[in-house]
């Protein structure tokens, strides 16, 4: 059987097993004073909340990988019960006290997004993440700031509020705002930064920084940032699939298809030849390969994974 201290320690942390409390259940049918003797205790000792603050399972694994919660030999007759009970509070605090401590940084908020997805943070900042993102967060914002990290491309509508900026920290570079809406694409450490409203400041670690304002694109790449006017009309098709293409390369084409629907792209045969003035308004990835198929006289084919478009020409 499990020790019961260790037991009754998780148990007071919020953090046992279906099958510990069992145990702890049986337990109880023969101790129940000393269960309301520690109640006591705990109630008595008015910790703070700390369950927005860090997970209280992986805090007690990280203690009791390091305590030794072994139940103490008593050499009379009668145990000290208070002093045992005691012993098991210090232990949930330490449980408590670590993950405060410890843990406050590396357990944040973390939301993945295994398909496009809109989540609103805790200032009620509204954040469209691509499939495949992650964003990392308190669950509680600081007095004075707004810190969230991101991996992958958003949307953010962020809450205004000029007395707490928002900063969204990227791989090495971080984007800080007081209240606007843009759009942010990274692939491992480069970065674009698109303005649709408001006003943000883009900054590298070495402190390169460059404002930007509504139609501006802020890219970091090869460690410099570049501001430019944005001439991609399509930068939020990812969100809105409303594409619109003005006598555009096919292959240009393809490549949106592709980080628009995440999908794959095999193209087989010559196309730098073929342009295209098209639009398309929340359509699948195949009603739009369809379409151009009648256009331009092309074979889709799907193998499950992804799709493969060949010019009928050529075999």
């Keep these: 059987m499990k020790n019961i201290d260790e037991i009754l320690a998780k148990h007071f942390s919020q953090c046992t097993t279906a099958e510990e409390e069992e145990i702890l259940s049986q337990w109880r049918l023969n101790n129940e004073e000393t269960y309301k003797q520690l109640s006591t205790i705990m109630k008595e000792t008015q910790y703070i909340d700390y369950s927005d603050l860090f997970d209280p399972q992986e805090g007690w694994e990280e203690v009791s990988s390091k305590m030794n919660l072994k139940e103490a030999k008593v050499t009379g007759k009668v145990r000290n019960l208070w002093f045992r009970n005691l012993s098991i509070a210090a232990s949930i605090v330490m449980v408590l006290s670590l993950g ?37 967060f308190n669950k509680t914002f600081a007095d004075d700031r707004r810190d969230v990290s991101l991996k992958g491309d958003a949307f953010f509508e962020v809450e205004k509020d000029s007395s707490r900026p928002f900063t969204i920290h990227l791989a090495e570079t971080k984007v800080t705002v007081l209240g606007t809406s843009f759009n942010i694409m990274t692939e491992r450490s480069d970065a674009i930064v698109v303005v649709r409203t408001g006003r943000v400041a883009f900054e590298s670690k070495d402190h390169q920084k460059v404002i930007l304002t509504p139609g501006d694109r802020g890219v970091y790449r090869s460690q410099n940032i570049i501001k430019s006017i944005n001439k991609d009309p399509n930068y939020m098709s990812w969100v809105t699939k409303d594409m619109d293409f003005k006598n555009c390369s ?32 929340d359509q699948t990835l195949q009603e739009t390969l369809d379409e151009l198929a009648i256009l331009f006289d092309l074979k889709v084919v799907s193998n499950g994974s992804r799709f493969i478009v060949v010019k009928k020409d050529e075999k």
């Excluded at 944040?108 to 509204?126: C, F, G, N, S, W």
């Excluded at 240009?252 to 398309?280: A, R």
């Design 100 to 136: 405060l401590w410890q843990l406050f940084s590396s357990h944040e908020k973390v939301i993945r997004a295994d398909q496009m997805m809109t989540y609103t943070l805790p200032d009620h900042t509204k954040v469209i993440l691509k499939k495949n993102s992650e964003l990392k």
């Design 250 to 281: 096919l292959l240009d084409v393809f490549d949106k298809l592709e980080e628009v629907y995440m999908q794959k792209l095999s193209v087989q045969g010559d196309f730098s030849d073929m342009f295209v003035t098209i639009h398309f308004k």
